[in-house]
Structures are given as structure tokens and as C-alpha cells.
């Protein structure tokens, strides 16, 4: 089973900017869809962005032109750049394969904390 360790969150203020990073253990993302999720307290974790084996990205309403996902191949390392962080992008951020049924456990996600 691959390994996805996720770094790079913080404390910033509100407009400010984060990039974090998931590292797998393999190579992994030519072959499958990935996604960053967050997960707020007492919310429900949700997907915010997701990009193809292909490089086709989406992403959440909510973070639309502010985030950015993308990946290093070579690394093994996908991207999630944000800006403009607003008081609610607070959540813990997690790493994962965007298909439910390939999933093994959540890791242990990375926190992100916006001041305002």
C-alpha cells in the first residue's frame, strides 16, 4: 500500500499563502487521480481539488481560482498552492486517491489555521 504523508501547513493571515505537498511512496500519480481534502471540526471531510493521471484538474467551488493542484512525476509529490486564504480554508488537509475503492487509510493530514 502507498504511503501519502502530507507537510506544509501553518498558522497565516487572512490573504495570505500556503503550499502543501503529498509525498508518496511510489509512483503513483501518472496512473491514478488524486485529490486534496479538508476536513474542518465538526464538518464532514470534503474534496477541494483533484487532478488525472492526465493532468486535468477541478477543483471545489469554494477555492476556485485561488487553489492550485499540481504535481512533481519525477518526486512523487503533489502540489496543492493556495492563496488568498480566507478564515474558512481552516481545516486539516489530507492527501488521497480521488477513487473511494482505492483508498487505504487517511494519513495524518496536514492543519492549516487562517487568522483574521
Known amino acids: 500500500q502507498v504511503q501519502l504523508v502530507e507537510s506544509g501547513g501553518g498558522l497565516v493571515q487572512a490573504g495570505g499563502s500556503l503550499r502543501l505537498s503529498c509525498a508518496a511512496s511510489?509512483?503513483?500519480?501518472?496512473?491514478?487521480?488524486m485529490g486534496w481534502y479538508r476536513q474542518a471540526p465538526g464538518k464532514q471531510r470534503e474534496l477541494v481539488a483533484s487532478i488525472t493521471g492526465g493532468g486535468s484538474t477541478n477543483y471545489a467551488d469554494s477555492v476556485k481560482g485561488r487553489f492550485t493542484i499540481s504535481r512533481d512525476n519525477a518526486k512523487n509529490i503533489m502540489y496543492l498552492q493556495m492563496n488568498n486564504l480566507k478564515p474558512e480554508d481552516a481545516a486539516v488537509y489530507y492527501c488521497?486517491?480521488?477513487?473511494?475503492?482505492?483508498?487505504?487509510?487517511w494519513g495524518q493530514g496536514t492543519q492549516v489555521t487562517v487568522s483574521s
Open positions: 511510489r509512483s503513483i500519480f501518472r496512473a491514478y487521480a
Open positions: 488521497n486517491y480521488l477513487t473511494a475503492s482505492l483508498r487505504g487509510d
